[in-house]
């Protein structure tokens, strides 16, 4: 996932720096590294399972 796919990413669900470390479940300060640099494909899906609103694997419905 490229730097400007994920802050188009950020955007589109409307997050903060917190907000997406907290959907995503990394540190406060990984989000702004992504920004800049991009992020590993398993983030990429990560991001794409919440914007499609998918549960956590394994998570009650």
């Not at 590294?33 to 609103?53: L, S, T, V």
Request: proline letters at 5%.
């Amino acid at each position: 996932m490229t730097a400007d796919q994920f802050t188009a990413w950020m955007k589109h669900m409307n997050l903060g720096i917190g907000e997406a470390a907290e959907r995503l479940g990394i540190g406060r300060n990984t989000v702004p590294r992504y920004q800049r640099d991009g992020a590993p494909k398993h983030i990429g899906y990560a991001c794409a399972a919440i914007a499609m609103g998918l549960p956590e694997w394994g998570a009650a419905t």
